[in-house]
């Protein structure tokens, strides 16, 4: 990235990528209300921004390719692949439905042991994918216990979100922070292992809390042993094996020089050759290209403002107040990111906020804990709203259809159900982080070189 001085000035450049990058995040984060899918408006924006810069000088074709971060782009590719190889195997239902047969009809057992597979599991692949996964599975789970299902389907998501912070393959956000900072996986889990345990038992106490009378009977315990079978036995454990061989590499790929992308490709090779039973076509036909094309639409639609020096401009208002006090800036980033990430999509958030924090980098000034402190904020942001992740979006759907087709709308995750019970969930997690963020400030702030 190019080193510019401290103090810019407003120019036409600015003016032209700061209007092309407004308009692309309100026809963004609006989809709901113009009915057109995100993806397409970041293309636009990342074609208006390609051609608007070649004109004015700004920015071109070439810039563009340059600007996309491509060791996300093949990471997410490749987990995405490994998890659609993974989910017809049953191997996932089969956990699920242990899980319900070992809680014998104790619901917060079912919630808390649920919830720890879900946040295991989103460890290493995305919160999205997980709930995908689990969500169904609990439906069917609390059908068969003839018990309300929402306070489990909340628990997915609120816990597949926080999971997702621990690691650096959990989370899309992190997939940027971790490229555009060169964090590894190793000092990505143990800056924010911690961190996320501790938000992990304060959601675990919420839900206790905000659900106490729910979840206080029993139910009478059903056998699911007869369910647990995997339709798929040899795939699936050759799939962990393939990851447990990848999280040993993920955790030394910086000693042998490997982006994650290149451990998480050559783990995807090595199962699509071990699973002799991976159908390629239908394997490839599971894959979100829409997030992938997302992601690349803002990667050039934000290297765009970049290259007008529109963020750095920004940038150096922020300066001040970070250099004057980086553990206060640190904590209000976070927030600021929650809150944001509650109301909109964390990902095009993430993308404006890495340029501006490199920058800042640039001056001189210690970013570290700005970096941990986005990480979690746009983590534990996304469990503020029914809208603040993919992932809600996908249980509030699943719950919406479950109370259609049983009549009972109380089945229903409603916007005012997720404030009340998701939005304190939110602000106990950045509680705890904004604590740990203070009480082990010189641990955060040690610069990751050191």
């Known amino acids: 990235m190019e080193t510019v001085a401290t103090h810019l000035t407003w120019n036409t ?31 636009l924006g990342a074609a208006l921004m390609v051609i608007v810069g070649q004109i004015m000088g700004f920015y071109g074709p070439e ?15 490749a987990m995405m692949t490994i998890v659609a190889i993974m989910i017809p195997t049953g191997g996932f239902q089969a956990i699920a439905y242990r899980i319900a047969d070992m809680s014998r009809g104790r619901q917060f057992l079912l919630l808390a042991m649920l919830g720890t597979a879900v946040t295991v599991i989103s460890l290493l692949l995305d919160n999205v994918t997980t709930v995908v996964i689990f969500g169904p599975l609990i439906v ?33 956000p992190n997939m940027m922070i971790g490229s555009a900072a060169h964090i590894n996986f190793n000092a990505f889990v143990i800056h924010m292992g911690g961190v996320v345990t501790a938000a992990w038992l304060a959601i675990l106490a919420a839900l206790w809390f905000l659900f106490k009378r729910d979840l206080s ?53 090595a199962l699509v050759f071990i699973g002799r039973n991976v159908d390629m076509d239908a394997t490839f036909e599971d894959i979100e ?6 992601f690349l639409s803002l990667f050039v639609l934000v290297g765009g403002v970049e290259q007008s020096h529109f963020l750095q401009y920004l940038g150096q208002f922020i300066e001040p107040f970070v250099a004057s006090d980086l553990l206060l800036a640190s904590i209000v980033l976070m927030w600021v990111a929650a809150i944001l990430s509650a109301m909109i999509d964390n990902i095009p958030f993430t993308a404006a906020m890495i340029p501006i924090i490199l920058g800042m980098e640039q001056q001189g000034i210690n970013v570290t804990p700005l970096w941990w402190g986005l990480a979690v904020g746009v983590g534990m942001g996304g469990n ?9 979006v996908f249980i ?8 259609k087709e049983t009549g009972n709308a109380d089945y229903r995750i409603t916007p005012g159900l997720w404030f009340r019970k998701g ?28």
């Not at 509030?396 to 109370?403: F, Y």
């Open 13 to 43: 450049d600015m003016a032209a990528s700061g209007i092309i990058l407004a308009l692309t995040f309100v026809g963004i984060f609006t989809e709901g209300v113009h009915g057109f899918h995100r993806t397409k408006f970041a293309m």
């Open 396 to 403: 509030v759907t699943l719950s919406e259809r479950v109370a």
């Open 289 to 294: 290209m829409s997030l992938l094309i997302f």
């Open 217 to 269: 009977h029993e139910t009478p315990p059903i056998d699911f042993s007869d369910r647990e079978a995997v339709a798929d036995p040899y795939t699936w454990k050759a799939s962990l094996m393939v990851l447990g061989v990848m999280v040993v590499f993920f955790v030394i790929h910086h000693t042998l020089h490997w982006e994650p992308w290149v451990v998480a490709a050559l783990g995807l090779t």
């Open 423 to 450: 939005t304190p969930a939110m602000l106990a997690t950045l509680v705890v982080s904004s604590l740990a963020m203070w009480l082990f400030f010189d641990f955060f702030s040690k610069p990751l070189g050191s």
């Open 140 to 172: 069917l789970i609390a059908q068969a216990l003839r018990t309300n299902p929402v306070p489990y389907l909340l628990a997915a998501a609120l816990l597949s979100d926080t999971g997702g912070v621990a690691t650096l393959v959990g989370d899309p």
């Open 63 to 77: 810039q563009a390719l340059e600007a996309i971060d491509w060791n996300v782009i093949f990471l997410l590719g």
């Open 384 to 392: 503020g709203t029914h809208l603040g992740s993919t992932a809600n």
